[in-house]
């Protein structure tokens, strides 16, 4: 008869042959660090700044490199053929699903596939390609001249909360017609969102196991304090609307909802949809465009030069009276080149977000598994020396030819094809408006007695500079 002690060791015996069996690369799968049963090669990814080691592994295993997180297939793509070639290939559009997000449905813009999302993304893309155009000017207006009249010259500002007020003030004014820093429960998500996309660990191992999350992780609540408050916000919307006079995205977005049901779809445009959609725009649009308003201001501080020429080319087209607009873009060359240099040479995104096969496909040479999960490293693209002469210098002439800004197709700071970043053009825009606009009025320098600033960024979801502190000066 055999004894409950060897039905243990014999069903621990048996789990670890399937673990050994199961660390065993595919075939012709990328090569790349050694699985491990159990783990795979999470061992060899540190939870930070893991796209510093992307170089050393390129060298080592190649352009495409494979790895394992625990049960889920990973491979991150480098080279700029290989990376334009995944970030367009139709059968890497699917995406990582977090399924802990939503209690388990799968809803949102960004970390979502398949028809409806497709849907909604379509409609979000057509609202925000119309309808900010109409408000932006308006919005940025506001805010820059909130900005401006609190600003006291010959004084030592810290910068790098300074700008996500702003960027999430334009966005909620799009968004539900609300400005942030008026209301206080905005106030809180306001700190909720800066801190945890600083503070969320993109390699972290509570990714790959769920039963880590919910051993030794604290529930979030604050998301659902968010969620309540947008609940809250389409509720008064649907009380106080007006079909034919819609005010920002929810308005459009309840308008599309009824038109949707009298045609019998009710699954797709739902109340839960818009509040999962409405906190994916709030945390990846505000704090990537206010991060990568901070990064611009810290290269024009430790590069007094291009400051000055930037200055004196918004003072030679622009004047010092009207503030800029959209349409003054290709008036000020230097001024985008100065933009696309700062997130050149130290994205705030390394990698981009997470592409999923959707099907078993032969990548160059490589078979790569369905719901492999794609990365595409955008800092080793932007460091190659192949595609950028002497990558490690700070040159916004670079971007200039004959005059003019020039876009380059392997510079990629919001990705590329149909899983590019949804908020690409607003957030140009309002980079774009706030670096003109406050470099028409002032200039900002490394102040006597405090640290020189770090380019090192704090990484997370998104990557952001340090704490760094300025002097800010009158231009008038």
């Known amino acids: 008869m055999i004894s409950s002690a060897m039905i243990f060791f014999l069903l621990i015996f048996v789990i670890f042959l399937l673990s050994l069996i199961a660390a065993k690369r595919p075939k012709k799968y990328p090569p790349g660090p050694i699985f491990l049963p159990i783990i795979g090669s999470i061992y ?23 790895h394992r997180y625990g049960p889920s297939y990973e491979i991150y793509v480098t080279g700029v053929d290989e990376s334009l070639a995944a970030l367009k290939h139709p059968n890497f559009q699917g995406r990582k699903i977090f399924y802990h997000r939503n ?44 900005l401006f009249s609190n600003i006291v010259p010959n004084t030592v500002v810290e910068m790098n909360y300074q700008f996500f007020p702003i960027a999430l003030n334009v966005l909620m004014k799009l968004l ?31 990714n790959y196991f769920p039963i880590i999350r919910k051993l030794f992780f604290a529930k979030d609540n604050s998301v659902q304090v968010v969620h309540n408050y947008l609940k809250k916000s ?68 430790l590069y007094p030069d291009a400051q000055n020429k930037m200055i004196q080319e918004i003072n030679a087209n622009i004047g010092r009276d009207i503030m800029p607009t959209l349409d003054d873009k290709k008036k000020l060359p230097y001024c985008e ?36 999960i794609v990365k595409v490293s955008l800092w080793t693209l932007f460091r190659d020396p192949q595609l950028w002469k002497d990558p490690d210098d700070f040159r916004p002439e670079r971007f200039i030819v004959d005059g003019e800004f020039v876009k380059y197709p392997y510079h990629l700071p919001f990705g590329l094809g149909k899983r590019s970043c949804l908020m690409e053009v607003m957030a140009r825009n309002i980079i774009f408006l706030y670096i003109a606009s406050f470099f028409q009025k002032f200039s900002i320098h490394l102040p006597h007695g405090e640290p020189y600033p770090s380019t090192d960024l704090v990484q997370g979801s998104v990557a952001g500079p340090q704490p760094f502190k300025v002097l800010i000066k009158s231009l008038r």
Request: hydrophobic share 40%; aromatic share 10%.
């Open 234 to 301: 389409i509720n008064e919307h649907r009380a106080t609307l007006k079909v034919d006079q819609p005010r920002d995205y929810i308005d459009a977005f309840l308008i599309e909802q009824e038109k949707r049901r009298a045609l019998g779809d009710s699954d797709t445009f739902t109340d839960e949809e818009l509040v999962v959609d409405c906190y994916d725009l709030i945390r990846a649009g505000s704090i990537s465009t206010a991060d990568a308003i901070a990064l611009v201001m810290l290269y024009l501080v």
């Open 337 to 372: 080149a100065v933009i696309a240099e700062s997130l050149r040479i130290n994205p705030i995104v390394p990698f981009t977000a997470p592409h999923r096969a959707t099907e078993e496909t032969e990548f160059y040479g490589y078979v790569i598994p369905k719901n492999t």
């Open 103 to 146: 209690s388990g449905i799968k809803r949102g813009l960004f970390f979502n596939d398949g028809d409806k999302w497709s849907v909604i993304k379509r409609f979000t893309l057509n609202y925000f390609s119309e309808f900010q155009k109409i408000k932006i000017k308006d919005v940025m207006v506001d805010e820059m001249n909130q």
């Open 176 to 206: 539900s017609s609300i400005t942030s820093t008026r209301d206080s429960t905005m106030n809180f998500i306001l700190t909720h969102t800066y801190k945890s996309l600083h503070e969320t660990r993109p390699t972290g191992i509570e």
């Open 44 to 66: 060899a990814v540190p939870g930070q700044a893991a796209h510093f080691n992307i170089e050393r592994w390129r060298q080592k295993h190649g352009n495409i490199i494979g």
